[in-house]
């Protein structure tokens, strides 16, 4: 703890990076003034490199050098982390010697100097007097606490921080109250939620720290009542994971590698526990596949509550903030709000590493300098997560010029919304490219791609010959906030994407009596409801919900949509395709709108139709090849 003059304006840069999902936040006098992950301007999806791009917007967007800041705030701390490894390694000797000998010389040539590493980043970004930097290093979890719980509505609240590890801590339970955090219990290494949900992404084929999604998105194809999915929850239980009743866990080692080895799992283990090997890359998916993902989905969401109650019971708390990797899982956060454990439930929209750069910030900001903490007015302090660049005509016009794109203009953006709104209507598949870049993994309605929620094809066609990935991804809906009660179990606001809820009942079509014991496919096609594009197989649905205040030109398009057909919502997904970070500039828009068969882009006033382009047939002439996600 240091002091600082309480009434001097702190400008603090938070970054995080070297492991992977790299990002720079800026806070001023307490205020988020801009944050963005390094992927965006780099195209290299979850980089681990020093964020060297995304500092040089955030300083541009407050029109500050180095030499202005108070702080540069790293989001953990590396030597623990190094403690950690070496200890690890000891208790495991003799296993893990050659995982043993490749980690060691990266850590001690390049992990152990990382305020060298820092430095040196920092004068590639520009010159600045060394001597005047001030380099604080907060631990990981409280990164995440800060990130959480400093934005957020309440003056006291519990925290809930959950991931895979940082230094030592894998998930923590604190109390947040005025600008004071405090830490109250930690679970520790090698006994990790993340890590556990990350082995079962690994053993059903999917990538580790970016394939969780995936597994998430595949549990709905789970049979709900099939014995095998009840003992496939009751072994991993048994065997993997003993859940304690105040939820912590503890992880049978003998079915894992992480700790020490180049791998996930002890694959021979998890074949003769489960029955099968691990999914291959690509392979077909099979129903114990989809039984698997939706078992560990369960023991997770278990896991989840527990923790919760524990965090209520420590704190006696009203609301709860939540942050770390697991907290993106939004089943069990919609499962967790509808508990009532908590009365209001806040999540950090980059609740990933990402966010740990702006939680760092924030930690130097409320405890490092003693900084009092003013309450957002509106939902939150995150100006609706919409923190990254935007960009203007010029750099709009300087793309038509070098592209040579075919468009139009419309400065009456109420009548753009109207002809936007009708080809969305008519099928269309629109990428829609506004204002702010998203901060976190979420386009929110600025960098997004939308198609109509009613389209019973449109699920199909988005994954298939827009996002080129698996066919079951689900996609989420965009509804206008007020309107969330008409089509969902929802009463309360979910602006990130951040919660799971059930689509209404009367909304819902009558299944076959067999739709369990249908193969994927079949299951997939089924209509479920009359926004089938958005519900998922057990009837769910990820929310987004859509406020005037923090995006009214969203918000617009979709009350000209909910004008021409009735319906205040459409489907959202990122704009991008697999493998792909989201687009951030104007060209990486044009660039992803004619390598699919997207049909209209739309950035900021310009519409441009796919097939007024030229050689708009010639989509290979625009592809780019990225790594599989």
């Known amino acids: 703890m240091g002091a600082g003059a309480p009434k001097k304006m702190k400008k603090i840069l938070g970054i995080s990076c070297f492991y992977h999902d790299a990002a720079a936040a800026l806070v001023v006098d307490g205020s988020i003034v801009a944050a963005a992950q390094e992927e965006r301007f780099t195209r290299d999806k979850h980089t681990p490199d020093f964020p060297k791009q995304a500092i040089r917007y955030c300083l541009d967007e407050a029109g500050l050098s180095i030499d202005e800041l108070d702080a540069v705030v790293f989001y953990d701390k590396p030597l623990l982390k190094f403690e950690r490894l070496l200890q690890t390694y000891y208790a495991f000797a003799p296993k893990g010697l050659v995982s043993f000998l490749k980690a060691i010389p990266v850590w001690i040539n390049e992990k152990m100097f990382l305020k060298k590493m820092i430095r040196e ?143 996930m799992v002890n694959e021979p283990k998890w074949e003769a526990l489960f029955g099968f090997p691990r999914r291959e890359d690509e392979a077909e998916l099979q129903q114990h596949h989809c039984n698997l993902a939706l078992a560990i989905q369960r023991v997770t969401e278990e896991i989840v509550e527990k923790m919760a109650m524990e965090a209520k019971r420590l704190t006696n708390a009203d609301a709860l903030c939540l942050a770390g990797g697991v907290a993106l899982n939004c089943v069990a956060n919609g499962k967790l709000l509808r508990s009532g454990i908590f009365k209001a439930i806040y999540v950090q929209p980059a609740a990933g590493d990402a966010g740990g750069a702006l939680g760092a910030a924030l930690a130097a900001q409320h405890i490092y300098f003693e900084q009092p903490r003013v309450l957002a007015q509106a939902m939150d302090a995150m100006s609706g997560s919409y923190l990254g660049p935007s960009y203007g005509d010029k750099e709009i016009e300087l793309l038509n010029r070098r592209v040579r794109a075919v468009f139009s203009k419309n400065t009456d953006f109420a009548a753009l919304c109207e002809q936007v709104a009708g080809h969305l209507a008519q099928g269309a598949v629109v990428g829609w490219f506004q204002g702010r870049m998203e901060f976190g993994p979420r386009a929110l309605g600025n960098r997004s791609i939308l198609g109509d929620a009613r389209n019973p094809e449109m699920q199909k066609k988005l994954n298939l010959k827009i996002k080129y990935r ?22 309360s606001p979910s602006p990130y994407m951040l919660m799971v809820a059930p689509v ?111 050689d708009w047939s010639n989509k290979d002439k625009w592809m780019v090849k990225f790594k599989k996600d």
């Open 504 to 614: 209404l009942p009367s909304r819902r079509s009558n299944l076959p009596s067999d739709f369990h014991d249908q193969p994927l496919w079949d299951k997939l096609y089924t209509t479920r409801s009359d926004v089938q594009s958005i519900t998922h197989l057990d009837f769910s649905a990820r929310i987004q919900t859509v406020h005037k205040e923090t995006n009214p030109r969203y918000h617009a398009l979709i009350s000209a949509f909910k004008q021409q057909t009735g319906y205040g919502l459409v489907v959202n997904t990122s704009f991008n395709v697999r493998g792909e970070p989201i687009v951030c500039t104007p060209h990486d828009a044009y660039r992803c709108f004619m390598s699919t068969d997207m049909d209209v882009l739309v950035i900021n006033d310009y519409i441009y139709l796919k097939t007024q382009q030229p």
């Open 121 to 263: 980043g920092l004068q590639e970004v520009e010159a600045y007097d060394k001597k005047r930097l001030k380099l604080l290093f907060p631990e990981h979890h409280l990164s995440h606490a800060a990130s959480a719980f400093y934005p957020s509505p309440f003056e006291r609240a519990a925290i809930l921080t959950i991931d895979g590890v940082g230094e030592w801590c894998t998930a923590s339970i604190g109390l947040g109250q005025g600008n004071a955090i405090t830490l109250l219990r930690e679970l520790e290494f090698p006994h990790s939620v993340g890590l556990l949900y990350s082995a079962f992404t690994y053993y059903l084929g999917f990538t580790v720290n970016s394939g969780e999604y995936k597994l998430m998105g595949l549990a709905p194809y789970g049979h709900p009542t099939a014995t095998q999915t009840a003992d496939f929850a009751d072994r991993i239980k048994k065997h993997i994971v003993d859940i304690k009743a105040d939820g912590s866990i503890w992880l049978n080692q003998a079915y894992f590698n992480y700790a020490t080895g180049l791998r």
């Open 470 to 491: 698996e066919g079951f991804r689900p996609f989420a809906p965009s509804v206008l906030a007020e309107d969330v009660q008409e089509y969902f179990e929802q009463d």
